[in-house]
């Protein structure tokens, strides 16, 4: 799974290094799958089927811009312009073992509220990966999350949570980025290996989907960030498997 997640984390850094004003999300993903060809794996979003669109999906990558929180298709027709943030979600499958991230990367200059949006979202992912330790809960991640985006007053996407992950792109447990109490608690092992994966909207947590069915934007049309990390529990703590 380490393997799998430098991978990851490799072709992220690529694709950072792309965003530009002019640049097409279609400019990312040729560039990401390129990459995972040329290391020898597999995509693990191309062709992942969804039961609620009813399809496969069809890209490497999910860019979702501006408004957009999660699951948006690169397009040659969707031009990045500066001022603009773009969320870059990927997967890949190495020998048998999965790798997930998501970053979001600003287009030049941003304005100072997204520049804070960015800002909380990924010292939330921080603060929950702190809490992935042998002997915690369920609950200490995402109450983690939970009171550090509500502290600076965004809003927490809840449709839409993180998740065990190995063999398999989509374990249990899931992992949602609140306390939901209707859901269980379970205690954390060494040996678990968990997708944290805040998404926070600057404005209301609610989403819809767009007409292409697979998109989440906000309700409101406030912008979205989006951050990932895979996170190994080991005795000697959190070991973050998509990053050095």
């Known amino acids: 799974m380490r393997a799998a997640g430098m991978l990851v984390y490799s072709i992220l850094k690529r694709v950072e290094s792309m965003v530009a004003d002019g640049v097409t999300t279609m400019d990312l993903e040729v560039e990401a799958e390129r990459m995972m060809r040329d290391a020898g794996a597999r995509p693990a979003f191309k062709n992942y ?27 040659a027709k969707r031009v990045l ?3 603009d943030i773009v969320s870059v979600d990927t997967g890949v499958e190495l020998n048998g073992w999965y790798g997930d991230s998501a970053i979001t990367i600003p287009v030049g200059e941003v304005a100072p509220q997204i520049r804070r949006l960015l800002d909380v979202t990924k010292e939330a992912l921080e603060l929950a990966i702190d809490q992935t330790r042998a002997g915690n809960r369920l609950f200490d991640i995402c109450g983690a999350v939970e009171r550090h985006v509500t502290a600076n007053g965004f809003g927490i996407v809840r ?3 993180g998740h065990g992950i190995g063999s398999q792109l989509h374990e249990e ?30 404005g209301s947590p609610e989403s819809h989907n767009k007409a292409d069915r697979w998109t989440a934007c906000s309700k409101d049309g406030s912008w979205s960030a989006h951050f990932e990390h895979c996170v190994a529990i080991t005795a000697d703590g959190p070991w973050v498997l998509t990053r050095p």
Do not use: W
């Not at 205690?187 to 926070?200: N, S």
């Open 49 to 75: 089927y969804v039961p609620a669109v009813g399809q496969r999906y069809k890209y490497v990558l999910c860019t979702s811009v501006n408004d957009e929180i999660v699951h948006g298709p690169p397009s």
């Open 81 to 83: 312009k500066t001022g």
């Open 159 to 161: 449709e839409f949570v």
């Open 173 to 202: 447990p899931q992992v949602p980025n609140y306390v939901d109490r209707k859901n269980e608690n379970p205690r954390l092992k060494e040996g678990m290996v968990l997708a944290l994966e805040p998404m926070v909207n600057a």
